[in-house]
């Protein structure tokens, strides 16, 4: 299996530019989550989803929005890129199960706004 | 919200030396989780604790939950150089979706 696949893995975008990350996972999980993570620092949880059609906020929203039309695809996307932007991005998911469950992460998206 | 502290931030060691980093949260908690991220890399999960004073062991590492369920630690003994990386601890916040508030993480260097 897969697993968690990011794509882009790289790239660099012009202040006020748009674009969509890609994450898909292959493992049936419900729990699907965004984070992002700047040099030298935690992750920070940028939205999550508990299944196909639900998503919210998580502790640093602002500047993104997602989609979640299908249970393998959770989409990030940014609609006017902003240099405070520039972070690496991970996605992840979970299995729906009674207590925490872990987690299991993409290899992430290194993402550079100039 | 929730507050987890982590220390150090940062850890030098020789080769062979062990190494421990601590992860304290101002409220109790129902289980933590630890995760290590060699550098360049994505978080991968090590462990789950739940049980107050659980302690649990992987080959060298050892990880503890507090009495209190308040703080946890990990051990890690006679360090090698497979050990680089950062270690994060993770916590539950918010309800529902499994959502977990990770600490600032220790960076552990090991010298050869």
């Known amino acids: 299996n897969a697993g968690v696949t990011q794509t882009p893995k790289f790239r660099i975008l012009k202040i006020g530019q748009s674009m969509t990350l890609q994450c898909t996972q292959d493992m049936n999980h419900n729990y699907m989550y965004w984070y992002r993570q700047d040099p030298g620092m935690g992750l920070k949880l940028i939205y999550y989803s508990v299944g196909a059609g639900i998503t919210d906020k998580g502790e640093v929203p602002n500047g993104y929005n997602v989609s979640r039309s299908t249970t393998e695809d959770f989409p990030l996307r940014l609609e006017l890129a902003a240099p405070s932007q520039t972070s690496v991005y991970f996605c992840?998911?979970?299995?729906?199960?009674?207590?925490?469950?872990?987690?299991?992460f993409g290899d992430g998206t290194r993402l550079s706004i100039l | 919200g929730q507050q987890v502290m982590q220390i150090p931030q940062y850890q030098h060691v020789q080769e062979g030396e062990d190494f421990t980093t601590y992860c304290n949260s101002s409220?109790?908690?129902?289980?933590i989780q630890w995760y290590k991220q060699r550098p360049g890399g994505h978080p991968v999960f090590l462990i789950q604790?739940?049980?107050?004073?659980e302690v649990k062991k992987q080959k060298r590492l050892t990880f503890q939950f507090g009495e209190a369920k308040k703080n946890s630690s990990l051990h890690i003994t006679a360090t090698q150089t497979t050990d680089v990386g950062t270690y994060f601890c993770a916590v539950p916040f918010g309800t529902g979706a499994n959502n977990l508030f990770f600490g600032t993480g220790t960076r552990l260097t090991v010298i050869p």
């Open positions: 604790l739940v049980k107050s004073g």
């Open positions: 992840a998911s979970s299995p729906r199960d009674s207590g925490n469950q872990p987690q299991h």
């Open positions: 409220t109790t908690l129902s289980n």
